[in-house]
Antibody, heavy 119, light 106 residues
Framework: EVQLLETGGDLVQPGGSLRLSCTAS????????MTWVRQAPGKGLEWVST????????YSADSVKGRFTISRDNSKNTLYLQMNRLRAEDTAVYYCAREMAVAGAFDYWGQGNLVTVSS | SYELTQPPSVAVSPGQTASFTCSGD??????ACWYQQKPGQSPVLVIY???KRPSGIPERFSGSNSGNTATLTISGTQAMDEADYYCQAWDSSTVIFGGGTKLTVL
């Protein structure tokens, strides 16, 4: 059974840093492209960042470029999102998601992890 | 930047057909997919590659994509289908989500 478990969400002050983790199981993690998607309270889905299976090839939304870094450790079946210089508008539930091979769609999602940026 | 536009809400009675549109420039040249999200839950993929249903998704869910519009259709809508629905596509190594449509089953 495919499972994605996000951890690391917390309350952090503006300007602070946080690292989210997403531990995967039930599939060959290294062969899949993985993505972070966030959802601000009461709002829609917003793509954050994507990383290819081998870790070569990352893409990020303009809203987080230069502040957030996506990475992965295939030996630990874990996806990361390092978030620096956090802003109030980064407050959201962050989901990790697996991209289907060749389809460009996300077939499995984690349960979500809340990040709150507030003083 | 590329945008996908969805109407904010759709309302149908049980048993009727619910249609959701997603509009974007030449969207028909890209693959569109659709997600269902119920309150407090993670999104669930219901249609990918315009028309395909993942395993476990009921046959009443169908999709199409042509020109500037992708459409998700729910035939014989049930109360359990009440949720937010989001379309999604890729554009130049960027993932684009529509703003979402809230389905109310009256």
């Amino acid at each position: 059974e495919v499972q994605l478990l996000e951890t690391g969400g917390d309350l952090v002050q503006p300007g602070g840093s946080l690292r989210l983790s997403c531990t995967a199981s039930g599939f060959t993690f290294s062969t899949y492209t993985m993505t972070w998607v966030r959802q601000a309270p009461g709002k829609g889905l917003e793509w954050v960042s994507t990383i290819r299976g081998g870790g070569i090839g990352t893409y990020s939304a303009d809203s987080v470029k230069g502040r957030f870094t996506i990475s992965r450790d295939n030996s630990k079946n874990t996806l990361y999102l390092q978030m620096n210089r956090l802003r109030a508008e980064d407050t959201a539930v962050y989901y990790c998601a697996r991209e289907m091979a060749v389809a460009g769609a996300f077939d499995y999602w984690g349960q979500g992890n809340l990040v709150t940026v507030s003083s | 930047s590329y945008e996908l536009t969805q109407p904010p809400s759709v309302a149908v009675s049980p048993g009727q057909t619910a249609s959701f549109t997603c509009s974007g420039d030449n969207l028909g040249d890209k693959y569109a997919c659709w997600y269902q999200q119920k309150p407090g839950q993670s999104p669930v993929l219901v249609i990918y590659q315009d028309t395909k249903r993942p395993s476990g998704i009921p046959e009443r869910f169908s999709g199409s994509n042509s020109g500037n519009t992708a459409t998700l259709t729910i035939s014989g809508t049930q109360a359990m289908d009440e949720a937010d629905y989001y379309c999604q596509a890729w554009d130049s190594s960027t993932v684009i989500f529509g703003g979402g449509t809230k389905l109310t089953v009256l």
